[in-house]
């Protein structure tokens, strides 16, 4: 370490309270020209300088040939260069989310924003992976990382998700917030959130009506333990829905046995995103079960049976059904132009008409001549036309014309 001039005290004037500590630095040392343009990153670039340098430091030799060692020499070190060069950049490019190649990087870096990718991915395809060489076991998020780098659209997928939750509204805070974040889970088809006054305080009820054909009370599991782990009253695909649900939201799931009931999956739910203090109760959703009575008209040359069955199709309750759970909201009127559409989209019906259309009961009349039945803010349509269960909503096709089979 250089060492700096002892420091003289100097009196002006002859003051004795007036003095000051001066040193005499030394002098600065001169700059260093540098001409080498730092943004220089590729093998030509590398090698155009280096011969420069040379033509600079013998302008005496006026000829460079590929086979003279000095410029052999120099495109060694371009290439060098090169490569360090871009192992650099790689090195830089890991640092940030949107340019990241490594799936480890990728999987990191989307932790630190809070995005648990390997927790989040989908089973089926962690699970549907071949086997490690030599049979090693691997941990989630190295299953993740292998299924990412043969599948680079699944991390694309991923990188592009996980900065978007950022600001995702999980919290449940007004009404609204309730009902929509309880229909998220694949078991709601729908829910209303209201409020009533308890005495004390206000309680929030929210009112669910499941996807599937249960209440929410009644066990969606019989019989001896799953050997695959899953209830024996959902199908494989909405209970890898409702484990990819859990996953993504990091809600535990609650034990496969006799007692799992849709409440218990929901009220973990629930309970991780409602307001601290609140009291949030959960119940079943209130029917409104309708009847109607269809007339329809065969068109000439096709067959009534066929047509039957193609209306029974576009008028079930089951997915892609007109009355399949969900497609009717808590308050939605249900109206006979409505019905009256999805009958003429039947290739064959030539002419519908509703003969009968009414709320189930004595108590209600026939809404045939309003053309609507009116549902309540808290209730729903419900016509499942299951044989054995009247209560649930019924209708009934009189067919004419056509060809008889």
């Known amino acids: 370490m250089a060492e700096l001039a002892q420091p003289n005290i100097v009196f002006d004037e002859g003051c004795p309270d007036c003095g000051e500590r001066r040193a005499v630095l030394p002098v600065p040392l001169p ?18 300088f280096l011969m420069q340098e040379l033509a600079h430091r013998f302008p005496e030799r006026r000829r460079w040939t590929p086979a003279d060692m000095e410029v052999v020499i120099v495109e060694l070190l371009a290439a060098a260069l090169d490569r360090a060069s871009h192992a650099l950049d790689a090195v830089q490019a890991e640092r940030y989310l949107e340019t990241a190649r490594r799936p480890q990087s ?25 086997p490690r060489p030599g049979g090693a076991p691997e941990s989630r998020a190295e299953r993740l990382e292998r299924h990412w780098a043969l599948n680079p659209a699944a991390m694309e997928e991923a990188r592009a998700l ?23 889970h694949p078991l709601v088809a729908h829910a209303l959130a209201r409020l009533v006054w308890a ?33 024996s009253g959902l199908t494989p695909a909405l209970w890898r829905e409702v484990q990819a649900f859990h996953a993504d939201h990091r809600l535990a ?6 007692g799992l009931t849709a409440r218990r999956l929901l009220r973990v739910l629930v309970e991780r995103y409602r307001m601290v203090g609140s009291e949030v109760f959960l119940e079943s959703a209130v029917a409104a079960p309708v009847s109607f009575a269809l007339s329809v008209r065969v068109a000439p040359g096709f067959f009534r049976s066929e047509v039957r069955q193609a209306l029974e199709q576009v008028f079930s309750a089951d997915q892609g059904g007109f009355f399949e759970p969900g497609r009717f909201g808590f308050g939605d009127d249900l109206y006979a132009s409505d019905i009256i559409e999805a009958a003429m989209r039947v290739e064959g019906v030539s002419v519908a008409c509703l003969n009968r259309l009414k709320r189930l009961g004595g108590g209600f009349p026939d809404r045939v001549a309003a053309g609507f039945i009116d549902i309540g803010a808290g209730e729903y349509v ?19 014309g056509g060809e008889a089979a």
């Open 382 to 400: 419900l016509c499942e036309n299951r044989r054995g269960a009247p209560e649930k909503g019924h209708w009934r096709l009189g067919l004419s």
């Open 31 to 48: 700059g260093v020209a540098d001409d080498f343009d730092w943004r220089t990153r590729d093998y030509d670039g590398f090698r155009l």
């Open 253 to 258: 799931l609650p034990p496969v046995d006799a």
């Open 199 to 231: 005495g004390g305080w206000n309680t929030l009820l929210l009112a669910v009506r499941l996807a599937v054909d249960a209440e929410i009370d009644t066990p969606l599991h019989a019989g001896p333990p799953p050997a695959d782990g899953r209830p």
């Open 106 to 130: 990728v999987r990191r870096l989307l932790k630190l924003i809070g995005y648990d990718a390997p927790e989040r991915g989908d089973p089926a395809a962690l699970d549907a992976l071949p």
């Open 162 to 184: 996980g900065p978007r939750l950022i600001g995702e509204q999980r919290r449940m805070v007004t009404l609204a917030d309730h009902a929509r974040m309880l229909e998220r």
